[in-house]
C-alpha cells in the first residue's frame, strides 16, 4: 500500500509536566491541549505522607524536582510545567520563582509553576480580590491565602473541604456547591485550586452562573505553559482562554442545562 499522501508525522512539539506521585487526572490536562501539542507526564517519587504542608514541601524540594525534570531531557518538550498547587506556594512568592530556576538548571528550558501560573492569570484578568475554592485542610488553604496576600491579592471568600487524600473523587457537584458558597462575598473571579480536583466542565458552567471569570489549577498550569510555546490553550468559552467570554459570560440556553446532574 503506497502511503505517501499520508505526509507524517508532523514535528513533534511538547509540554513536560512534573506532577506530585498521587496526580490521576493526565486526561483532564489533555483536554486543554491544542492537537498539534502533547504533553508528557513525569511524577515525584511516593512518599507515605497525605495531602498537607508537609507533603507540599517533601514533593516540591530542589533536588527532587530537578531529578524529576532530568528524566523528560531526552524527548525535548519546550517547556516544563509543575503540576502541583500546594508544592507551588508553600515556600512562598520567592520559594516559587526559586523552584522554577531549580527545574530551568535541570531542563534548559523555561519552566511554569501552578501558583506561578495563577499569579499570572489573575494579573491578565485584572483580579485584585478573589474567592477562592479548595479540596485542603485549613491549614493549607491558610498558607494559600498567605501566598495570595504576599502577592497582593485579597481573599473575599472561601470554601474548603477538609481532604487529606482521594481528591481526584471529588464529583463536579461538590465543586459547584463550594463555588456558590464561596462567592457570597465581592469578587473579580473564582480560584478552583488543586491540580488533582476534576474542574473542566465546571468552568463554563459557573462562568455563566456567577457571571465573573472562573480559574483553575490545571488550566492556568496548561494556559501558562502553552503561552511559552506561542498558543493558545483551548476550552468551552472560558474567560481566561477566551477575551470575548470576560464580558458576562453567558451560555447558550441548552449548554447551561449540562453536567449538573
Not at 491565602?145 to 471568600?157: R, S
Not at 473571579?189 to 452562573?209: G, H, K, M, R, W
Not at 498550569?221 to 467570554?245: I, K, N
Request: contains cysteine; proline residues 6%.
Amino acid at each position: 500500500m503506497d502511503v505517501s499522501f499520508l505526509g507524517g508525522p508532523r514535528s513533534q512539539r511538547g509540554v513536560g509536566v512534573v506532577a506530585p506521585f498521587d496526580f490521576a487526572l493526565d486526561r483532564e490536562l489533555w483536554r486543554w491541549m491544542p492537537d498539534e501539542i502533547s504533553l508528557h507526564l513525569t511524577r515525584t517519587p511516593y512518599v507515605p505522607v497525605e495531602v498537607s504542608l508537609d507533603l507540599a514541601r517533601l514533593v516540591s524540594e530542589h533536588e527532587t524536582l530537578g531529578d524529576a525534570v532530568r528524566t523528560l531531557n531526552a524527548i525535548a518538550p519546550e517547556v516544563v510545567a509543575y503540576a502541583c498547587t500546594s508544592g507551588s506556594f508553600v515556600g512562598g512568592v520567592a520559594g516559587e520563582r526559586a523552584m522554577c530556576e531549580a527545574m530551568t538548571r535541570a531542563g534548559a528550558v523555561p519552566s511554569v509553576t501552578t501558583s506561578g501560573a495563577l499569579l499570572d492569570a489573575l494579573n491578565e484578568l485584572g483580579v485584585r480580590r478573589l474567592a477562592l475554592v479548595t479540596p485542603y485542610t485549613v491549614s493549607v488553604t491558610l498558607a494559600l491565602e498567605g501566598y495570595l496576600a504576599e502577592a497582593g491579592i485579597t481573599v473575599t471568600g472561601r470554601a474548603f473541604m477538609g481532604l487529606t487524600r482521594h481528591i481526584w473523587k471529588v464529583p463536579y457537584r461538590d465543586v459547584v456547591n463550594m463555588a456558590r458558597r464561596a462567592v457570597r462575598a465581592p469578587a473579580d473571579a473564582l480560584f478552583i485550586s488543586c491540580t488533582n480536583l476534576p474542574t473542566y466542565d465546571v468552568i463554563p458552567q459557573l462562568e455563566a452562573e456567577l457571571r465573573m471569570p472562573v480559574i483553575s489549577a490545571n488550566q492556568v498550569t496548561m494556559w501558562a505553559a502553552l503561552r511559552h510555546l506561542g498558543t493558545r490553550a483551548v476550552g468551552p468559552y472560558q474567560a481566561l482562554l477566551d477575551e470575548s467570554a470576560r464580558r458576562s459570560p453567558v451560555l447558550p440556553e441548552e449548554e447551561q442545562q449540562e453536567g449538573w446532574t
